[in-house]
């Protein structure tokens, strides 16, 4: 369970640095943690580990626009092609922390490339 907290943390705060010095927003870090807790319970499975999709039929999450949290929202809350909707075990509140993550995953990832 630590580390699991630890990765949250860290990558809420590399997030924040990076979106700092791109002159973006970054997502609020206590909120990155929830949705980090989220995605391992709810979508790690078909989406994989930091969004990198296990080659299933699932939406390769490094590719949803960070721009954009209404289209995530509906797409969770009532599901999108092959992913059902989860409208009856998430709230907005847990959809917002899982954008939260996936966009704070993004960044993250962009700060690592070469």
Not at 14 to 31: E, I, K, M
Not at 61 to 78: A, E, G, T
């Amino acid at each position: 369970m630590m580390q699991r907290l630890s990765y949250g943390a860290a990558l809420a705060t590399l997030a924040w640095t990076v979106a700092a010095q791109a002159g973006a927003s970054a997502p609020d870090p206590a909120r990155v943690e929830q949705g980090s807790q989220l995605y391992l319970q709810m979508c790690r499975q078909c989406h994989g580990p930091e969004l990198q999709s296990s080659g299933a039929a699932s939406f390769d999450l490094r590719q949803f626009p960070p721009d954009d949290p209404q289209r995530f929202h509906n797409s969770v809350l009532h599901g999108k092609n092959g992913m059902p909707a989860h409208d009856d075990i998430l709230n907005d509140d847990d959809i917002d922390a899982l954008f939260a993550y996936v966009v704070a995953t993004q960044q993250a990832q962009q700060a690592r490339k070469p």
